[in-house]
């Protein structure tokens, strides 16, 4: 069951700007807890984007950055290119679950 | 490198078992946290299980009950046994590795099980 709620889809031109908001709850996103986010192109697995709010693994384009305020997070994608088509989700700690927690996933499509 | 390699998905039918296993290489899993997370066909990703380094387990309530996490040192292995399976477990089982940070930093490929009669 997914406890983090996404906008199912978001959609921009080559070169705009989408944002991807993730919101939680006092049990988890509200508690203090990290949010991370994942980019899973068709067929694929997950693979991290963002991670601990706001930090890139190596190789990652700053095309991508995150935050995080109160019970929600959100992921920016600047430069829209036509490969950043893909499945996006967030995923905290949810204290009450004693596990992770996924968002309900958002589906990015480049116009 | 790090890598994680799924094996043991399959077609089985409701209420049976199935073992899935999660081969690692490039680090150890005895001192890792490893977690198993499925995606339904179609559907988001859900958190279903974590092993921890000093060896405590954690399950979803979907499965609870049902789900045993484990895993092999020697075969730096870790496992699922699924019993009494539903159709509603049908789906792609991804092993990953959880950083201390609370995230997953690598995943393997992933292995299908389809409950069905």
């Known amino acids: 069951q997914s406890v983090l709620t996404q906008s199912p889809s978001v959609s921009g031109a080559p070169g705009q700007r989408v944002t991807i908001s993730c919101t939680g709850s006092s049990s988890n996103i509200g508690a203090g807890y990290d949010v991370h986010w994942y980019q899973q192109l068709p067929g694929t697995a997950p693979k991290l984007l963002i991670y601990?709010?706001?930090n890139r693994p190596s190789g990652v384009p700053d095309r991508f950055s995150g935050s995080k305020s109160g019970t929600s997070a959100s992921l920016a994608i600047t430069g829209l290119q036509g490969d950043d088509e893909a499945d996006y989700y967030c995923q905290s700690y949810d204290s009450s679950l004693s596990g992770s927690v996924f968002g309900t996933g958002t589906k990015v499509t480049v116009l | 490198e790090v890598q994680l390699v799924e094996s043991g998905g399959g077609l089985v039918q409701p209420g049976g078992s199935l073992r899935l296993s999660c081969a690692a290489s490039g680090f150890t899993v005895s001192s890792s946290f490893l977690s198993w997370v499925r995606q339904a066909p179609g559907k988001g990703l859900e958190w279903v299980s974590v092993?921890?380094?000093?060896?405590?387990?954690y399950y979803a309530d979907s499965v609870k009950g049902r789900f045993t996490i484990s895993r092999h040192n020697s075969k730096n292995t870790i496992y699922l046994q699924m019993n009494s399976l539903r159709a509603e477990d049908t789906a792609v089982y991804y092993c990953a590795r959880e950083l201390p940070g609370g995230y997953f930093d690598s995943w393997g490929q992933g292995t299908l099980v389809t409950v069905s009669s």
């Open positions: 601990i709010n706001n």
């Open positions: 092993i921890y380094s000093g060896g405590s387990t």
